[in-house]
């Protein structure tokens, strides 16, 4: 199994695009406990995820956890080579924030709706789905993660220039990429 280390600003693994993984029918069973593992950090209080790719846990693999809404909750799902296939040409900006940049929350431009093509654990096999809203949000994000691409890219100018003292904070303030510990007893997946 693999050893999850949480990535933060500026750390280079969040800059690095991931390859497809090669499989028939479903991912091998380390990628299946990576997935798992990763719904457990999104569940961790002080975290309290809605989405996470693997470049943000030391990984370049094409797995990233996706929180689709379901009514107030929202339900974390495993993708495996994920790849947007689709955008709407309608946009929504959003209030965007991201586990690697602690406390930085800005404006971001997504696309309202998505069609996603990828492996999802819920259902075990590959196929495409379309998302809305704040899933299309989600899966955005994170698939921008395995492609190497981080938030603030879709940022303009003028947001850049306001948000560089924090960045330099987290840079500061989290300079060591130490193991994540985990305390998941208890804590499940479903």
């Not at 091998?28 to 995820?49: F, S």
């Not at 691409?149 to 989290?174: M, W």
């Amino acid at each position: 199994m693999y050893e999850l280390k949480f990535t933060y600003y500026p750390h280079p693994i969040l800059r690095q695009k991931s390859e497809p993984l090669t499989f028939y029918t479903k991912p091998n069973d380390d990628i299946l406990e990576l997935i798992e593992n990763m719904k457990k950090v999104c569940k961790l209080p002080h975290l309290n995820g809605i989405g996470l790719a693997a470049q943000q846990v030391g990984l370049v693999l094409p797995v990233a956890i996706v929180g689709i809404p379901q009514g107030d909750r929202y339900k974390l799902i495993g993708v495996v080579n994920p790849k947007i296939i689709e955008i709407s040409s309608l946009t929504i900006v959003g209030e965007e924030g991201c586990l690697s940049f602690p406390k930085l929350f800005i404006p971001i431009e997504r696309p309202k709706r998505i069609i996603v093509e990828a492996w999802f654990d819920d259902t075990k096999k590959f196929e495409k789905r379309e998302l809305f809203d704040m899933g299309a949000r989600v899966a955005s994000h994170e698939i921008d993660h395995l492609n190497g691409i981080v938030f603030i890219d879709r940022t303009d100018a003028s947001t850049k220039i306001e948000i560089k003292p924090k960045l330099q904070k987290i840079a500061r303030d989290y300079p060591d990429q130490k193991p994540i510990s985990l305390d998941i007893s208890g804590l499940t997946t479903a």
